[in-house]
């Protein structure tokens, strides 16, 4: 299988690096280097190459290396399998230190919005901060599933952002006992529309992912890395699973329309897609992810994200995506590193992983490409 990669990389004014350029090829790429030294920062800055504020959900203004007088700016050259792509992203111009929005620039064209990036490459990542997903609020999970939504149905960011969008104005404008009926009701419908699209969305991938899992099990590919159980729960995709969408459409609709008191006394609107959640189980042991140990949620969800991966690439026609892996190795017995590496290199696309120790990725060195990271210098060893 092949896959996306970038064939190079460069920040500028980035997080710790001022200018660093990278010529890449198609091999997995090992990042060693000791804490602090902007390991993580590459990874940010290829999450960017997604739509999204990447994989640390930070502000524009913080990824502006400090004292810098220009903005930060992100340039990679990714090879695709209709050939290459030039992206360039960075805050708006003019917009200040606090900058809100980040363009986007494909082959020196500016993009209309940044969802257009998913046209061209799909980045899919595991950070340390996501160890706590099964265990943490369903906010987190809410956005890792809609990430992986996105992964396969471009179109799905933009119906979350139209949701939210209609859902705040709405909050606001009920927040006002006398506000106008018909405003609501138009708010209303946009909600009812666009939510609708999201769980159904939602339903779509979680079907697609566990029909995934399903057929790594009878290769069994994920022997070492359990595989996961996957539910949804909301008012909306409990309604899905056995009405049609136009019905729930409706329904969703006469529900805010009648739940405008108490969602005014709420101060926020009490149903909607904004408060379903993923509910994962450890297949094996047949118990809720949230009770696993540490180490067994880690396997769960490198499971996940492998499936994952597939997914994505079975959906574009065999183009794995590329993966950001961070500290990902530290944590997992020999075996099992061993196994996650010949996954990672079996599906194609391009993998990115990070650690303090180069000694724990001796197994994949003469398969990768490795870097020595040290305080915002990247520099390649043999
Ligand atoms: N805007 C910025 N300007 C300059 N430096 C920054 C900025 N934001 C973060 N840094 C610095 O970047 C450094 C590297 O961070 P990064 O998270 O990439 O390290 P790392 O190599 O992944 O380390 P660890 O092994 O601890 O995870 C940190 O020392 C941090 O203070
Ligand atoms: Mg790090």
Request: hydrophobic content about 40%; overall charge negative; some cysteine.
């Amino acid at each position: 299988m092949s896959g996306y990669w970038l064939s190079k990389l460069t920040l500028t004014h980035f997080r710790n690096y001022g200018a660093a350029s990278l010529t890449l090829d198609q091999r997995p790429v090992v990042l060693c280097g000791e804490n602090g030294a902007g390991k993580t920062n590459i990874l940010e800055g290829i999450s960017l190459l997604s739509p999204g504020r990447g994989l640390r959900r930070a502000a524009y203004s913080d990824m502006t290396q400090s004292g810098a007088t220009a903005p930060w700016s992100v340039f990679a050259t990714v090879e695709t399998p209709t050939g290459p792509v030039a992206i360039g992203t960075g805050p708006k111009p003019d917009s200040g230190p606090d900058a809100q929005t980040r363009v986007v620039r494909i082959d020196q064209q500016p993009a209309s919005t940044i969802s257009a990036l998913s046209d061209h490459v799909r980045v899919l990542w595991l950070t340390p901060a996501m160890d706590g997903l099964f265990t943490g609020p369903a906010g987190d999970r809410r956005r890792f599933l809609d990430r992986l939504v996105l992964a396969v149905d471009p179109g799905h960011g933009s119906q979350v952002n139209a949701f939210e969008r209609a859902m705040r104005d709405r909050n606001r404008l009920n927040a006002d006992a006398g506000a106008d009926p018909a405003w609501l009701d138009a708010l209303e419908d946009r909600m009812a529309e666009t939510g609708t699209a999201i769980a159904a969305g939602r339903m779509d991938a979680v079907a697609r992912l566990t029909d995934a899992i399903a057929e790594a099990r009878r290769e069994g590919i994920d022997d070492v890395f359990p595989w996961s159980g996957l539910a949804l729960s909301g008012w909306l995709e409990s309604r899905l699973e056995n009405m049609a969408a136009v019905e729930v459409e409706d329904q969703y609709r006469a529900m805010l329309r009648e739940s405008r008191i108490s969602d005014r006394q709420a101060g926020r609107t009490l149903t909607g897609p904004h408060r379903s959640d993923l509910n994962v189980s450890h297949g094996p042991k047949a118990i809720a992810a949230r009770l696993a140990s540490t180490g067994e949620q880690k396997a769960l969800l490198i499971g996940l994200i492998l499936a994952h991966a597939r997914l994505v690439a079975t959906s574009l026609g065999g183009a794995a995506p590329i993966l950001l892996l961070d500290e990902i190795a530290a944590h997992l017995d020999e075996g099992r590193r061993a196994a996650l590496f010949d996954r990672v290199i079996g599906l194609g696309g391009q993998a990115w992983m990070t650690g303090t120790d180069r000694e724990v990725f001796a197994p994949i060195e003469d398969r990768a490409l490795t870097a020595r990271v040290t305080s915002g210098t990247v520099e390649f060893l043999d």
